[in-house]
T-cell receptor, first 110, second 116 residues
Framework: DAKTTQPNSMESNEEEPVHLPCNHS???????IHWYRQLPSQGPEYVIHGLTSNVNNRMASLAIAEDRKSSTLILHRATLRDAAVYYCILKGGGAQKLVFGQGTRLTINP | DADVTQTPRNRITKTGKRIMLECSQTKGHDRMYWYRQDPGLGLRLIYY???????NKGEISDGYSVSRQAQAKFSLSLESAIPNQTALYFC???????????????FGPGTRLTVL
C-alpha cells in the first residue's frame, strides 16, 4: 500500500478555512485518495474521496495536485465540531482495505 | 438507532481469559471489518470478511479469531487475552465494490478493552 505523510497536528480558528495537506509521492495510477476523520470518542467517519479531479461535498473539498503526489482537504469554514484527527488514505481500485496512518490532529480555537 | 453497533462498549478482563467482542449492522452490507486502535495511533486491520463464507487476515491477526455468523454479525475473539491487547476495537462495514471503487466504510462506536 502506498504511504501518505501528514503533519501530526494543526490548529485553526473557528469560522476560518482550514487546509489539511497530505503527501503521497508513491501513489499509483489506480489509487483513490480517501479522507476520513475521527471525532473524539467516536469511530472514524468518511469525509471525501477523489481520483484526479477536485471534489466537493457538503463536508469539505478535496484539491488534488496535477501530478497526484499531494492533496489538500479543505474545510471552508471550520466549526468547533470539526476538531478531530483527519486521516488521508490511499486505496487502490478493487482493494477493500483502508490503511490508516497517524493522521493530523486538528484543533479549532473558539 | 445506530447502523453499526458494538457490544460491549467497555470491558475489563484478566490475562488468559477468553473474550468475545460482537458487531452487528443494519446497513445490509456484505463486508465487515475489525480494527484496533492504540493510543495516539491510527487504526490497524485485524480481520475482514467479504461475505458470510469469506474470512481474511489483516495486518495484525495473531492472537485473534473471528466468526461471521450472518451477514449482519461479525464477532472478534481473543482466545487468551494478554495485556498488549489492551486497545480500542472498531468494527466497520462497507458495501461491495463498484467501478469507481467507492465503498465508504461505516464504523461502529468502538469497544474499549483493558486486559489486566
Amino acid at each position: 500500500d502506498a504511504k501518505t505523510t501528514q503533519p501530526n497536528s494543526m490548529e485553526s480558528n473557528e469560522e476560518e478555512p482550514v487546509h489539511l495537506p497530505c503527501n503521497h509521492s508513491t501513489i499509483s495510477g489506480t489509487d483513490y485518495i480517501h479522507w476520513y476523520r475521527q471525532l473524539p470518542s467516536q469511530g472514524p467517519e468518511y469525509v471525501i474521496h477523489g481520483l484526479t479531479s477536485n471534489v466537493n461535498n457538503r463536508m469539505a473539498s478535496l484539491a488534488i495536485a496535477e501530478d497526484r503526489k499531494s492533496s489538500t482537504l479543505i474545510l471552508h469554514r471550520a466549526t468547533l465540531r470539526d476538531a478531530a484527527v483527519y486521516y488521508c488514505i490511499l486505496k487502490g481500485g478493487g482493494a477493500q482495505k483502508l490503511v490508516f496512518g497517524q493522521g493530523t490532529r486538528l484543533t479549532i480555537n473558539p | 438507532d445506530a447502523d453499526v453497533t458494538q457490544t460491549p462498549r467497555n470491558r475489563i478482563t484478566k490475562t488468559g481469559k477468553r473474550i468475545m467482542l460482537e458487531c452487528s449492522q443494519t446497513k445490509g452490507h456484505d463486508r465487515m471489518y475489525w480494527y484496533r486502535q492504540d493510543p495516539g495511533l491510527g487504526l490497524r486491520l485485524i480481520y475482514y470478511s467479504f461475505d458470510v463464507k469469506d474470512i481474511n487476515k489483516g495486518e495484525i491477526s495473531d492472537g485473534y479469531s473471528v466468526s461471521r455468523q450472518a451477514q449482519a454479525k461479525f464477532s472478534l475473539s481473543l482466545e487468551s487475552a494478554i495485556p498488549n491487547q489492551t486497545a480500542l476495537y472498531f468494527c466497520a462495514t462497507s458495501d461491495h465494490d463498484t467501478l469507481s471503487s467507492y465503498n465508504e466504510q461505516f464504523f461502529g462506536p468502538g469497544t474499549r478493552l483493558t486486559v489486566l
